[in-house]
């Protein structure tokens, strides 16, 4: 059985930065891709970034991208998403996936399993 545990959400001025972890268990975590997402309420869940198993590969949404850096560490079974320059509009929940493939992908429907959300507030 899979578990994803993110952490490292919070309450952050703009400007200012995060980083969110997302701990994996249950699978050979090298074997597969990894994505953020996120979503506000009343809004669908939307693509923030993904990488390839190896890390060698990742893609991000126009809105994050040159602010947001998702990597991994295989040997900890750990993803990243380093946010920096954040803004109100990052306000959200942000949900670690997990898919059963090598290869990245941006669409929410190609991932198996998903963590329980950390919430990430930006003040003005």
């Known amino acids: 059985q899979v578990q994803l545990v993110e952490s490292g959400g919070g309450l952050v001025q703009a400007g200012g930065s995060l980083t969110l972890s997302c701990a994996a268990s249950?699978?050979?975590?090298?074997?597969?891709?990894m994505g953020w997402f996120r979503q506000v309420p009343g809004k669908e869940r939307e693509f923030v970034a993904t990488i390839s198993w190896s890390g060698g590969s990742t893609d991000y949404a126009d809105s994050v991208k040159g602010r947001f850096t998702i990597s991994r560490d295989n040997a900890k079974n750990t993803v990243y998403l380093q946010m920096s320059s954040l803004k109100p509009e990052d306000t959200a929940v942000y949900y670690c996936a997990q898919r059963r493939s090598y290869y990245k992908s941006s669409h929410s429907d190609g991932y198996d399993s998903w963590g329980q959300g950390t919430q990430v507030t930006v003040s003005p």
């Open positions: 249950g699978r050979t975590f090298s074997s597969n891709a």
